[in-house]
């Protein structure tokens, strides 16, 4: 871009102060457009708020307008909650990472315990991650100790227990933690992956 293009650039417009209508406009954009909860949804209106300024007579009630945002069903935090568990454990992240990550988005003790993986899932979330990132049983050469310890320390900074990790390094090959995982299917897990 030339010098004479950028003089002619007009400068931004300060957006306008909100009131009751672009609120509401702002709510209703967020949630068409992004999966929330209703926790992050006030914090994001409350952001807005801050950013802009209100216009409007009073102050604007929030959870009002984030209670009737769940009412018409626009947000739902158990589905909120299903779809975000699923999603990081389709990535490989374990059950301490998921609860964390509900837990920043407001989502609720007793949400969280209901979406909360079971061992098979926490188990093949982790396989997935070692299998991804070359951890273990799948990597293409013998490991030295502390490229192990790291690997080791990556996967419990991914949210895996402890003795999932030590099980998934100690597996021989491929097949025996595939075993392993397969173990946990079959005590009948209450949570489908």
């Known amino acids: 871009m030339d010098s004479n293009q950028q003089e002619r650039k007009q400068p931004k417009r300060p957006k306008k102060p ?3 209508t672009r609120l509401n406009d702002l709510a209703l954009a967020y949630v068409a457009r992004f999966a929330t909860s209703a926790a992050k949804l006030e914090r994001y209106l409350r952001r807005k708020l801050r950013e802009r300024g209100w216009e409007g007579e009073g102050e604007p009630d929030l959870a009002a307008l984030v209670e009737r945002y769940v009412e018409k069903g626009y947000v739902d935090d158990a589905v909120y ?10 990535r490989g992240y374990g059950g301490r990472r998921v609860r964390q990550a509900l837990g920043q988005a407001g ?3 007793q949400v969280a315990d209901s979406v909360a993986p079971g061992a098979y899932a926490a188990r093949s979330a982790a396989l997935h991650m070692a299998r991804k990132r070359g951890f273990g049983p799948f990597a293409a050469q013998p490991v030295e100790r502390e490229k192990r310890e790291k690997q080791i320390a990556a996967m419990l900074r991914a949210g895996h227990s402890f003795e999932a990790v030590r099980t998934l ?7 025996e933690a595939l075993e392993w995982v397969e173990e946990a299917r079959e005590e009948n897990d209450n949570w489908d992956a």
């Open 107 to 109: 989502i609720g003790e």
């Open 18 to 20: 909100l009131d009751a």
């Open 169 to 175: 390094m100690d597996a021989e090959n491929e097949s």
């Open 81 to 90: 909650a299903r779809a975000k568990a699923g999603d990081l454990l389709r």
